[in-house]
């Protein structure tokens, strides 16, 4: 019953900018976290950035600086702002919330070019 509605991927330039939001629905008791994981072809799943039920952040050494996570509590929505892209971060970015369990949305690409 849970769902993840991911949306905001898509084609940046580099130096360019894009916006993720993912929406939870279906929620029965209090969200734990909501973050942001990315896998690249060839490459590991790796965090990109998450925040926890008391509002502390964490980053992936590879986005800070340039990557800034918030939620909206009221609306189960965790976004993250992506500046100063560039062709290494492109790569399938998953949405990841923590409730009794982890649940994961399916993926949205985003595709960064030279």
């Known amino acids: 019953q849970v769902r993840l509605v991911e949306s905001g991927g898509g084609l940046a330039q580099a130096g360019g900018s894009l916006r993720l939001a993912c929406a939870a629905s279906g929620i029965i008791f209090r969200i734990n976290t909501m973050g942001w994981y990315r896998q690249a072809p060839g490459n590991q799943r790796e965090l990109v950035a998450g925040?926890?039920?008391?509002?502390?952040?964490t980053y992936g050494d590879s986005v800070k600086g340039r990557f800034t996570i918030s939620r909206d509590v009221a609306k189960n929505t965790v976004y993250l702002q992506m500046d100063s892209l560039n062709p290494e971060d492109t790569a399938v970015y998953y949405c990841n919330v923590v409730e009794r369990t982890s649940y994961w949305g399916k993926g949205t690409l985003v595709t960064v070019s030279s």
């Open positions: 925040i926890t039920s008391g509002g502390s952040t």
